[in-house]
C-alpha cells in the first residue's frame, strides 16, 4: 500500500506556508533547497527539484542506451575503453 501523509497548511499574506517536518523529511529536503511545483487540472504536486530533474533528464533519455547499442554494463565498459584508446592514438 502506498505511503500517503495528508497535513493542511494556512497560507499567509505574502502567499507562504509552513511545510510540516513530516513532509520535509519525505521529500528528502531542509532549509535551502529547492523545491519544483507541478500543476495538473486541479492538482499541485510538489517535488524536491534534483528529483524532479533526474525524473525528467531520464524521461528524456529512455530509450537512448539501446539506439547506441549498449544493453549491458559490459557494452558500456566496451564504450569507454574504445573511446579511451582513440583519445590516445
Do not use: C, W
Not at 8 to 24: E, F, H, R, S, W
Not at 48 to 58: G, R, W
Amino acid at each position: 500500500m502506498e505511503n500517503v501523509l495528508v497535513y493542511n497548511a494556512k497560507v499567509m499574506a505574502k502567499g507562504q506556508i509552513t511545510l510540516p517536518k513530516d513532509i520535509l523529511e519525505a521529500l528528502g529536503v531542509q532549509a535551502g533547497y529547492r523545491v519544483t511545483f507541478i500543476r495538473k487540472d486541479d492538482h499541485v504536486i510538489m517535488m524536491n527539484s534534483a528529483v524532479y530533474a533526474m525524473k525528467t533528464l531520464q524521461t528524456a533519455m529512455a530509450g537512448e542506451a539501446e539506439k547506441a547499442g549498449l544493453y549491458s554494463d559490459d557494452d558500456v565498459v566496451k564504450m569507454i575503453m574504445d573511446m579511451r584508446t582513440e583519445e590516445t592514438e
